[in-house]
């Protein structure tokens, strides 16, 4: 399984999004990192050119109603709309059940052990 782990906007906290990146490696799924500061075109851009299975998107500067929207909407554009994406960081509530509403497969909050989101992704893998 090919995962793009993605960090938007002007949120310059990666630490979670490494750990993440890590668990899923030492899983045996391929992981393509993309720093920081990315915008939402370059994340699809790499979704598409990685030919991902899914996209792990890492939110925690509270632009996620903004940014994860446009993601969805630019691989549904792109024709990548069936590549599994879940989102990680600081997500209220209702704003996770929102982001699902909008085609987000899980959101994942501070303090998910990472046996979960691997557990989750790789479920997904074999469906």
């Not at 668990?23 to 045996?28: K, P, Q, S, V």
């Not at 992981?31 to 994340?43: A, K, N, R």
């Not at 790499?46 to 996620?64: I, K, N, P, Q």
């Amino acid at each position: 399984m090919r995962v793009v782990i993605a960090k938007p906007g002007l949120d310059g906290h990666d630490r979670g999004a490494k750990v993440i990146a890590r668990a899923l490696r030492d899983a045996g799924m391929e992981v393509i990192y993309t720093g920081l500061h990315q915008t939402p075109e370059q994340i699809v851009e790499t979704v598409l050119e990685e030919d991902a299975d899914a996209l792990g998107v890492s939110v925690l500067s509270g632009a996620h109603m903004t940014l994860v929207p446009r993601i969805l909407e630019l691989m549904a554009e792109k024709g990548v709309g069936d590549v599994c994406v879940v989102v990680g960081g600081t997500i209220p509530a209702d704003d996770a059940d929102a982001l699902r509403g909008l085609g987000v497969a899980e959101v994942f909050t501070p303090g998910s052990p990472t046996g979960d989101i691997v557990e989750f992704l790789s479920a997904r893998a074999t469906a």
